[in-house]
């Protein structure tokens, strides 16, 4: 019997029409109540598609998955795919240990040793939280005195995740792209002076500092996700006048416009990290392709217009799937 907590919109959807469809035993569990792990006691498997921008979620949801995969469950996501989810500091350590090709990246716990940093290093340099998605919490910095106030901020006030202005700028740009309505816009608007409810419940971003070198010249990144020995790959563009792929909305998902150098990476890689399923986002230096964060959650629409999957043997299988069936095959 798998457990599985539901969540409309998210992997869960697919999952319990999997169980449906081949009679396999499920019980839907709430893991936001205390006797959750009570809940799941018959269970041989849980599963939860926990999400970065739930304050609730980002709370316990890897501390519930790690206690129940200690105990001999199999769990999705487990400690290997989701440890570092949501978290660019836990991934910087994570892929300089296992030697990835990764765009370099600094990180700072005192204003002192950031700042003498910033006199012997070169700019731009790419500023970021170490959560957030969509690009939400990720600039570009062309100064010395710029990121000297950015490190100034982070000892002090500290950060808001997804800020106020961040978020009107996103929605009048998708306003003007005929993507969103004017009714986020003025949402946007009320965001300048009401913070989401993430934002407030989850507090500022200090104490630390992170940057990345800035690779320049990318007009898109490469987004290969690996589930067991299969990969797919979509391209990103980034939005105009922007170095900014991610949440932009711009997809490409044909064949020849992926680059299977980058898939194979992504395999080799992911047989140091094991992830049960994950997302490798590249840029290029030059034509060399660097790792700039590595996600296990991905939106559950994005990806259904993929012509085809690569399996580890590097053969392309052009037909439809469906990401959360191999999830789901996996825990079986
Ligand atoms: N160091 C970098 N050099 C060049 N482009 C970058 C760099 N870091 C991020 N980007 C671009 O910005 C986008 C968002 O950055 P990312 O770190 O992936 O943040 P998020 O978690 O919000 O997706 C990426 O999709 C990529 O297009
Ligand atoms: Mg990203």
Same mark, same amino acid.
């Given at each position: 019997?798998?457990?599985?907590?539901?969540?409309?919109?998210?992997?869960?959807?697919?999952?319990?029409?999997?169980?449906?469809?081949?009679?396999?035993?499920?019980?839907?569990?709430?893991?936001?109540?205390?006797?959750?792990?009570?809940?799941?006691?018959?269970?041989?498997?849980?599963?939860?598609?926990?999400?970065?921008?739930?304050?609730?979620?980002?709370?316990?949801?890897?501390?519930?998955?790690?206690?129940?995969? /200690?105990? =001999?469950?199999?769990? %999705?996501? *487990? &400690?290997?795919?989701?440890?570092?989810? $949501?978290?660019? !500091?836990?991934?910087?350590?994570?892929?300089?240990?296992?030697?990835?090709?990764?765009?370099?990246?600094?990180?700072?716990?005192?204003?002192?040793?950031?700042?003498?940093?910033?006199?012997?290093?070169?700019?731009?340099?790419?500023?970021?939280?170490?959560?957030?998605?969509?690009?939400?919490?990720?600039?570009?910095?062309?100064?010395?005195?710029?990121?000297?106030?950015?490190?100034?901020?982070?000892?002090?006030?500290?950060?808001?995740?997804?800020?106020?202005?961040?978020?009107?700028?996103?929605?009048?740009?998708?306003?003007?792209?005929?993507?969103?309505?004017?009714?986020?816009?003025?949402?946007?608007?009320?965001?300048?002076?009401?913070?989401?409810?993430?934002?407030?419940?989850?507090?500022? /971003?200090? =104490?630390?500092?992170? %940057?990345? *070198? &800035?690779?320049?010249?990318?007009?898109? $990144?490469?987004? !290969?996700?690996?589930?067991?020995?299969?990969?797919?790959?979509?391209?990103?563009?980034?939005?105009?006048?922007?170095?900014?792929?991610?949440?932009?909305?711009?997809?490409?998902?044909?064949?020849?416009?992926?680059?299977?150098?980058?898939?194979?990476?992504?395999?080799?890689?992911?047989?140091?990290?094991?992830?049960?399923?994950?997302?490798?986002?590249?840029?290029?230096?030059?034509?060399?392709?660097?790792?700039?964060?590595?996600?296990?959650?991905?939106?559950?629409?994005?990806?259904?217009?993929?012509?085809?999957?690569?399996?580890?043997?590097?053969?392309?299988?052009?037909?439809?799937?469906?990401?959360?069936?191999?999830?789901?095959?996996?825990?079986?």
């Amino acid at each position: 019997m798998i457990a599985i907590h539901h969540t409309p919109n998210s992997f869960s959807v697919r999952w319990i029409a999997y169980c449906k469809e081949h009679n396999i035993p499920y019980k839907i569990v709430n893991a936001y109540d205390t006797d959750i792990v009570e809940q799941v006691s018959g269970c041989t498997a849980f599963m939860w598609h926990h999400h970065h921008a739930n304050y609730k979620d980002v709370l316990f949801a890897k501390q519930l998955l790690y206690s129940l995969q /200690e105990t =001999g469950k199999k769990v %999705f996501p *487990d &400690f290997n795919t989701t440890w570092h989810f $949501d978290d660019k !500091v836990g991934q910087k350590y994570l892929l300089e240990a296992i030697e990835a090709p990764v765009v370099p990246s600094y990180v700072f716990y005192s204003k002192n040793d950031a700042l003498d940093w910033i006199e012997t290093t070169v700019f731009p340099k790419v500023f970021k939280l170490r959560g957030g998605a969509g690009s939400f919490n990720v600039r570009l910095v062309y100064s010395k005195s710029e990121a000297r106030h950015l490190v100034n901020k982070a000892f002090r006030r500290g950060f808001l995740q997804n800020s106020g202005s961040v978020y009107i700028k996103e929605a009048y740009r998708n306003y003007c792209l005929r993507k969103g309505s004017f009714m986020n816009v003025l949402k946007g608007f009320i965001r300048l002076f009401v913070p989401t409810v993430y934002s407030r419940m989850h507090g500022r /971003e200090k =104490g630390y500092v992170y %940057f990345q *070198d &800035f690779v320049p010249n990318n007009l898109y $990144d490469i987004r !290969v996700i690996i589930i067991a020995n299969k990969a797919f790959s979509i391209k990103r563009l980034c939005r105009k006048d922007d170095f900014r792929a991610s949440g932009s909305g711009y997809i490409v998902y044909e064949k020849n416009e992926q680059d299977e150098c980058c898939v194979q990476i992504a395999f080799e890689v992911n047989k140091r990290i094991h992830s049960q399923c994950i997302a490798y986002d590249f840029v290029y230096r030059n034509s060399e392709p660097l790792i700039v964060e590595i996600s296990y959650g991905f939106s559950m629409y994005g990806y259904d217009k993929c012509p085809g999957y690569w399996t580890d043997d590097m053969q392309w299988h052009e037909e439809p799937f469906t990401p959360q069936d191999w999830m789901i095959e996996q825990i079986l």
